[in-house]
């Protein structure tokens, strides 16, 4: 008989990569940490290296959890196959009215301290920024009470540029959703200084960029799409997210000067008036829209001071 050819030796296979990708729980400590915006991996515009997952699952794609644009967090595959996934869940309205929000911006700038002279003659008094307007001071007239309202306006309008200030505020935060929004809109729609008062889209585009690198995760680069987010358009009759601003500004949509500062102003809040609505107030994506909202008025007034300085 002859001999039967000997088998060939089967390769060893190849350890095969692990499938899908980790996605952060959301839930653990990690995940709730705060960036701390001196490491590497945040000089990188990474996710911190402090707010490191401890419950990081590995899930396949096309089933990850989505946290982009707003919209509520989907589940896998198995949930998204059901009726009762795929139907929006009932949203409650904002609990606060716009009397009582309003009436809270009004107190709050009434408490706004101003700087004692004992401070300012120590050099210790922060710097005032430059104002929109010169304004002349004129004697006040018995009996009237245009000096008072000029003070408060002048102080107003070196509050919305006057960066130390904002970002001492700003880093004071508590992180509730009340206190951030009353922080980033306390002075009300922006203006701009009458030196750049012609330089609306250079200063758009600068607050555009700085406020999108808050956006980790880029909830709010693109519209919601009615497939990735069904019902989204039942709950939310206005949209709005940075990719639309964008092209309104390059566009001329806003229009020019400080009215068109405003409504850019206007058109940030609903960005994130909208996700806080369809998101019931709470969640992960609410908490990320939080730290994107606070960083409004301190971008707004360097961006500011850069075309200022690049005039």
Known sequence: KAKSEPKAKSEPKAKSEPKGKLVACGEC?????????????CASKKR????????AQRVEVGTTPSRK?????????VKADTEEARKPRIRLRLSTPKNAASTEKKQVRKRKATPTPQKAENGNARKKSRRSTPKSKSPPTPGSSSSSSSDESDEEEDGMFDTDMLQSDHDKL????????????????????AEIESKFKHVAKAT???ISMFDEYELFKEPVAENDVPGYRDIITDPMDFGTMKSKVEKGMYGQGSDAAAKFY??????????????????????EAKMVLK????????SCQEVLRLK
Do not use: H, Y
């Not at 009340?178 to 922006?190: L, N, Y």
């Open 29 to 41: 400590k990690g995940c709730k940490t705060k960036a701390c915006k001196k490491c590497d991996k």
């Open 48 to 55: 911190c290296s402090q707010r490191t997952c401890t419950n």
């Open 69 to 77: 644009r707003g919209g509520p967090m989907k589940g896998t595959n």
């Open 174 to 193: 508590d992180g509730t959703w009340e206190e951030v929004r009353i922080f980033s809109t306390k002075f009300g729609p922006w203006r701009l200084p």
């Open 208 to 210: 555009l960029m700085a």
């Open 266 to 287: 206007m058109d940030f809040l609903l960005v994130f008036d909208n996700c806080f609505k369809f998101n019931d107030g709470g969640g992960e994506v609410v908490d």
């Open 295 to 302: 960083a409004m008025p301190v971008s707004f007034a360097k």
